[in-house]
Protein backbone atom coordinates (compact mmCIF):
# COMPACT_ATOMS: atom_id res chain seq x y z
CA UNK A 1 0.00 0.00 0.00
CA UNK A 2 1.05 3.95 -1.22
CA UNK A 3 -0.31 6.24 1.04
CA UNK A 4 -0.30 9.69 -0.38
CA UNK A 5 -0.30 13.25 1.74
CA UNK A 6 -2.92 15.31 -0.05
CA UNK A 7 -5.15 18.48 0.04
CA UNK A 8 -5.63 20.74 -2.65
CA UNK A 9 -5.24 19.77 -6.78
CA UNK A 10 -1.82 18.42 -6.62
CA UNK A 11 -1.75 15.35 -5.39
CA UNK A 12 -5.20 14.47 -7.20
CA UNK A 13 -3.62 14.68 -10.26
CA UNK A 14 -0.62 12.60 -9.27
CA UNK A 15 -3.92 9.84 -7.66
CA UNK A 16 -5.16 10.26 -11.52
CA UNK A 17 -2.01 8.46 -12.64
CA UNK A 18 -1.60 5.90 -9.66
CA UNK A 19 -4.92 4.69 -10.22
CA UNK A 20 -3.87 3.38 -13.90
CA UNK A 21 -1.17 1.74 -11.99
CA UNK A 22 -2.25 0.63 -8.77
CA UNK A 23 -5.36 -1.19 -7.04
CA UNK A 24 -7.70 0.81 -5.67
CA UNK A 25 -7.53 -0.91 -2.38
CA UNK A 26 -3.85 -0.37 -2.44
CA UNK A 27 -4.14 3.16 -2.13
CA UNK A 28 -4.72 5.70 1.12
CA UNK A 29 -4.86 8.90 1.36
CA UNK A 30 -4.34 11.20 4.44
CA UNK A 31 -6.20 14.14 3.29
CA UNK A 32 -6.32 18.23 4.64
CA UNK A 33 -9.70 19.08 6.60
CA UNK A 34 -8.43 22.72 7.34
CA UNK A 35 -10.57 24.17 4.87
CA UNK A 36 -13.62 22.66 5.70
CA UNK A 37 -16.67 24.69 6.61
CA UNK A 38 -20.23 24.61 7.31
CA UNK A 39 -22.04 26.50 4.55
CA UNK A 40 -26.05 27.14 4.74
CA UNK A 41 -26.10 23.94 7.35
CA UNK A 42 -24.30 21.71 5.47
CA UNK A 43 -21.04 20.49 6.08
CA UNK A 44 -18.44 21.66 3.14
CA UNK A 45 -14.91 19.09 2.80
CA UNK A 46 -13.64 20.14 0.00
CA UNK A 47 -10.17 18.76 -0.37
CA UNK A 48 -12.18 14.89 0.98
CA UNK A 49 -14.55 15.59 -1.77
CA UNK A 50 -12.24 15.72 -4.63
CA UNK A 51 -10.64 13.01 -3.62
CA UNK A 52 -13.85 10.59 -3.16
CA UNK A 53 -15.16 12.25 -6.82
CA UNK A 54 -11.30 11.22 -8.07
CA UNK A 55 -12.04 7.45 -7.17
CA UNK A 56 -15.47 7.99 -7.86
CA UNK A 57 -15.02 8.65 -11.65
CA UNK A 58 -17.29 11.96 -11.12
CA UNK A 59 -15.01 14.47 -10.52
CA UNK A 60 -14.70 17.53 -12.98
CA UNK A 61 -11.37 17.58 -13.76
CA UNK A 62 -11.73 20.97 -15.67
CA UNK A 63 -11.77 22.56 -12.62
CA UNK A 64 -10.29 19.91 -10.01
CA UNK A 65 -13.54 20.23 -8.01
CA UNK A 66 -17.16 19.25 -8.13
CA UNK A 67 -18.87 17.18 -9.82
CA UNK A 68 -18.79 16.83 -13.31
CA UNK A 69 -21.95 18.35 -15.17
CA UNK A 70 -23.42 18.94 -11.66
CA UNK A 71 -26.08 21.68 -12.08
CA UNK A 72 -26.62 24.77 -9.67
CA UNK A 73 -30.66 25.49 -9.20
CA UNK A 74 -30.56 25.24 -5.55
CA UNK A 75 -27.57 27.85 -5.38
CA UNK A 76 -29.15 29.81 -7.76
CA UNK A 77 -32.40 29.48 -5.80
CA UNK A 78 -30.84 30.60 -2.99
CA UNK A 79 -29.57 33.96 -4.77
CA UNK A 80 -32.88 34.73 -5.85
CA UNK A 81 -34.20 34.29 -2.18
CA UNK A 82 -31.36 37.01 -0.54
CA UNK A 83 -28.77 33.66 0.58
CA UNK A 84 -25.64 34.62 -0.91
CA UNK A 85 -23.10 32.08 -1.21
CA UNK A 86 -19.63 32.82 -1.98
CA UNK A 87 -18.89 29.15 -3.02
CA UNK A 88 -21.05 27.99 -6.23
CA UNK A 89 -22.02 24.78 -4.74
CA UNK A 90 -23.53 22.17 -7.40
CA UNK A 91 -26.94 20.36 -6.48
CA UNK A 92 -25.20 17.05 -6.60
CA UNK A 93 -22.41 18.31 -4.22
CA UNK A 94 -24.62 19.79 -2.41
CA UNK A 95 -26.50 16.45 -1.39
CA UNK A 96 -23.27 14.85 -0.17
CA UNK A 97 -22.34 18.12 1.88
CA UNK A 98 -26.06 17.52 3.90
CA UNK A 99 -25.60 13.97 4.12
CA UNK A 100 -22.16 14.64 5.90
CA UNK A 101 -23.52 17.12 7.41
CA UNK A 102 -26.51 15.13 9.36
CA UNK A 103 -24.13 12.43 9.76
CA UNK A 104 -21.93 14.84 12.41
CA UNK A 105 -24.94 15.95 13.93
CA UNK A 106 -25.75 12.20 14.94
CA UNK A 107 -22.09 12.10 16.51
CA UNK A 108 -20.53 10.19 13.82
CA UNK A 109 -16.46 11.33 13.80
CA UNK A 110 -15.57 12.90 10.34
CA UNK A 111 -13.28 9.63 9.55
CA UNK A 112 -16.48 7.12 9.99
CA UNK A 113 -18.92 9.70 8.01
CA UNK A 114 -16.13 9.87 5.32
CA UNK A 115 -15.85 5.76 5.10
CA UNK A 116 -19.61 5.85 4.78
CA UNK A 117 -19.74 8.37 2.20
CA UNK A 118 -17.21 6.00 0.05
CA UNK A 119 -19.20 3.16 0.51
CA UNK A 120 -22.31 4.54 -0.90
CA UNK A 121 -19.73 5.69 -3.87
CA UNK A 122 -17.83 2.28 -4.21
CA UNK A 123 -14.35 3.47 -3.21
CA UNK A 124 -11.92 0.56 -2.65
CA UNK A 125 -9.43 3.09 -1.14
CA UNK A 126 -8.61 4.32 1.96
CA UNK A 127 -9.78 7.98 2.43
CA UNK A 128 -8.95 9.12 5.59
CA UNK A 129 -9.57 12.64 6.95
CA UNK A 130 -6.68 14.19 8.96
CA UNK A 131 -8.23 14.45 12.50
CA UNK A 132 -11.54 14.11 13.49
CA UNK A 133 -11.63 17.33 15.65
CA UNK A 134 -12.02 20.91 13.64
CA UNK A 135 -9.02 23.14 12.42
CA UNK A 136 -9.11 25.87 10.59
CA UNK A 137 -6.89 28.17 7.91
CA UNK A 138 -7.12 31.32 8.65
CA UNK A 139 -5.14 34.14 6.67
CA UNK A 140 -3.97 37.53 8.66
CA UNK A 141 -5.20 40.47 6.65
CA UNK A 142 -5.40 44.16 7.13
CA UNK A 143 -9.53 43.37 7.80
CA UNK A 144 -8.81 41.08 10.56
CA UNK A 145 -8.47 36.93 10.06
CA UNK A 146 -10.29 35.63 6.83
CA UNK A 147 -11.02 32.22 6.00
CA UNK A 148 -9.07 30.64 3.55
CA UNK A 149 -12.16 29.90 1.21
CA UNK A 150 -12.90 33.00 1.70
CA UNK A 151 -9.37 34.58 0.95
CA UNK A 152 -9.47 32.21 -2.53
CA UNK A 153 -12.61 31.50 -3.08
CA UNK A 154 -14.59 34.73 -2.91
CA UNK A 155 -11.41 37.29 -3.24
CA UNK A 156 -9.73 35.01 -5.77
CA UNK A 157 -6.38 35.55 -3.52
CA UNK A 158 -6.27 39.17 -4.04
CA UNK A 159 -5.94 40.45 -0.90
CA UNK A 160 -2.48 41.42 0.72
CA UNK A 161 -2.28 38.88 3.50
CA UNK A 162 0.72 38.97 6.23
CA UNK A 163 0.29 35.66 8.39
CA UNK A 164 -1.46 32.28 8.38
CA UNK A 165 -2.89 31.26 11.41
CA UNK A 166 -4.87 27.98 12.13
CA UNK A 167 -7.51 28.06 14.93
CA UNK A 168 -9.21 25.24 17.21
CA UNK A 169 -10.64 24.72 20.42
CA UNK A 170 -7.80 21.86 21.22
CA UNK A 171 -4.76 21.24 19.38
CA UNK A 172 -5.42 18.66 16.50
CA UNK A 173 -3.84 14.99 16.34
CA UNK A 174 -4.04 12.48 13.78
CA UNK A 175 -6.41 9.66 14.19
CA UNK A 176 -5.48 6.31 14.90
CA UNK A 177 -6.64 5.50 11.07
CA UNK A 178 -3.98 7.94 9.82
CA UNK A 179 -1.49 6.75 11.81
CA UNK A 180 -1.82 3.11 10.66
CA UNK A 181 -2.77 3.91 7.39
CA UNK A 182 1.14 5.42 7.19
CA UNK A 183 2.67 2.67 9.50
CA UNK A 184 1.65 0.07 6.85
CA UNK A 185 2.26 1.58 4.25
CA UNK A 186 5.23 0.82 1.48
CA UNK A 187 5.89 4.18 0.97
CA UNK A 188 4.47 7.93 1.83
CA UNK A 189 4.14 10.51 -0.83
CA UNK A 190 3.39 13.87 -0.37
CA UNK A 191 2.25 15.04 -3.90
CA UNK A 192 2.76 18.52 -5.14
CA UNK A 193 -0.17 20.37 -2.92
CA UNK A 194 0.32 23.82 -1.21
CA UNK A 195 2.94 23.31 1.63
CA UNK A 196 1.13 25.91 3.82
CA UNK A 197 -2.19 25.28 3.35
CA UNK A 198 -3.08 21.49 2.22
CA UNK A 199 0.30 19.86 3.99
CA UNK A 200 1.28 21.50 6.74
CA UNK A 201 -1.87 21.42 8.26
CA UNK A 202 -1.92 17.57 8.30
CA UNK A 203 2.03 17.47 9.54
CA UNK A 204 0.68 19.78 12.73
CA UNK A 205 -1.23 17.17 13.63
CA UNK A 206 -0.31 15.35 16.49
CA UNK A 207 1.39 12.21 15.67
CA UNK A 208 2.03 12.68 11.95
CA UNK A 209 5.45 13.98 11.96
CA UNK A 210 6.99 11.45 14.08
CA UNK A 211 5.31 8.53 12.14
CA UNK A 212 6.97 10.04 8.83
CA UNK A 213 10.31 10.51 10.73
CA UNK A 214 10.26 6.48 11.47
CA UNK A 215 9.19 5.48 7.90
CA UNK A 216 11.18 4.16 5.68
CA UNK A 217 10.42 5.68 2.44
CA UNK A 218 9.05 8.95 2.43
CA UNK A 219 8.74 11.36 -1.17
CA UNK A 220 7.74 14.72 -1.60
CA UNK A 221 7.33 16.59 -5.10
CA UNK A 222 7.73 20.42 -4.99
CA UNK A 223 4.71 22.53 -6.09
CA UNK A 224 7.38 25.19 -7.23
CA UNK A 225 9.33 26.11 -10.56
CA UNK A 226 11.74 28.51 -9.56
CA UNK A 227 9.78 31.24 -7.08
CA UNK A 228 6.34 30.66 -8.97
CA UNK A 229 3.94 28.07 -7.87
CA UNK A 230 2.17 25.58 -10.71
CA UNK A 231 -0.94 26.34 -9.43
CA UNK A 232 -2.72 28.46 -7.01
CA UNK A 233 -1.73 30.89 -4.20
CA UNK A 234 1.19 29.15 -2.89
CA UNK A 235 3.90 31.84 -2.92
CA UNK A 236 2.21 34.77 -1.41
CA UNK A 237 1.00 32.00 1.66
CA UNK A 238 4.88 30.62 1.74
CA UNK A 239 5.68 34.33 2.17
CA UNK A 240 3.31 34.95 5.11
CA UNK A 241 4.12 31.81 6.52
CA UNK A 242 7.35 32.75 7.09
CA UNK A 243 9.36 30.43 4.56
CA UNK A 244 10.90 31.47 0.88
CA UNK A 245 8.06 30.65 -2.13
CA UNK A 246 10.40 28.15 -3.97
CA UNK A 247 12.03 24.36 -3.62
CA UNK A 248 14.32 25.30 -1.34
CA UNK A 249 11.09 26.49 1.33
CA UNK A 250 9.49 23.74 0.48
CA UNK A 251 12.09 21.48 1.61
CA UNK A 252 12.61 23.07 4.60
CA UNK A 253 9.20 22.01 6.01
CA UNK A 254 9.96 18.59 5.34
CA UNK A 255 13.66 18.14 5.22
CA UNK A 256 13.46 15.67 8.65
CA UNK A 257 11.10 13.21 7.61
CA UNK A 258 12.19 12.84 3.61
CA UNK A 259 14.30 10.35 1.72
CA UNK A 260 13.77 11.78 -1.55
CA UNK A 261 12.85 15.10 -2.55
CA UNK A 262 11.20 15.38 -6.36
CA UNK A 263 11.75 19.15 -8.48
CA UNK A 264 10.47 20.01 -11.86
CA UNK A 265 13.33 19.54 -13.99
CA UNK A 266 12.49 23.47 -15.28
CA UNK A 267 13.17 24.20 -11.80
CA UNK A 268 16.02 26.73 -11.26
CA UNK A 269 16.53 26.11 -7.48
CA UNK A 270 19.38 23.70 -6.58
CA UNK A 271 18.87 21.70 -3.58
CA UNK A 272 21.41 18.79 -2.91
CA UNK A 273 20.91 15.73 -4.00
CA UNK A 274 17.13 16.36 -5.10
CA UNK A 275 15.89 14.16 -7.91
CA UNK A 276 14.60 15.77 -11.17
CA UNK A 277 11.68 14.81 -13.12
CA UNK A 278 8.75 16.35 -15.58
CA UNK A 279 6.09 17.48 -12.50
CA UNK A 280 3.47 19.54 -14.63
CA UNK A 281 0.74 17.18 -14.67
CA UNK A 282 -1.26 19.11 -18.09
CA UNK A 283 -3.20 15.87 -18.40
CA UNK A 284 -3.65 12.65 -18.03
CA UNK A 285 -0.01 10.81 -19.73
CA UNK A 286 1.88 13.92 -17.81
CA UNK A 287 0.36 11.99 -14.58
CA UNK A 288 1.14 8.52 -15.45
CA UNK A 289 4.62 9.22 -16.28
CA UNK A 290 5.13 11.18 -12.93
CA UNK A 291 2.89 7.96 -11.09
CA UNK A 292 5.36 5.57 -12.92
CA UNK A 293 8.99 7.61 -12.11
CA UNK A 294 7.92 7.19 -8.49
CA UNK A 295 6.89 3.64 -8.50
CA UNK A 296 10.43 2.82 -9.41
CA UNK A 297 11.83 4.65 -6.27
CA UNK A 298 9.61 3.04 -4.01
CA UNK A 299 10.56 -0.03 -5.15
CA UNK A 300 13.75 0.78 -4.83
CA UNK A 301 13.43 1.94 -1.49
Request: hydrophobic share 40%; charged share 25%.
Amino acid sequence: MITFLSGGTGTPKLLRGMLELLEERDIAVVVNTAEDMWLSGNHLSPDIDTVMYLFAGILDTGRWWGIRDDTYVTHDLLANLGIEEFIAVGDQDRAVHVARGEMLRSGMRLTEATTALCGKFGIRATVLPMTDSAVTTYVKTRRGEMHFQEYWVKHRGDVAIDGVVRRYREPPAATREVIEAIEASDAVVIGPSNPVTSISPILECAGVREALRRHRCVIAISPFIGDAPISGPAAALMRAFGKEPSSAGTYSLYEDFLNAFIQDIRDPVEIEGALRQDTLMVHRGKSLDLAKYLLTLIYGC
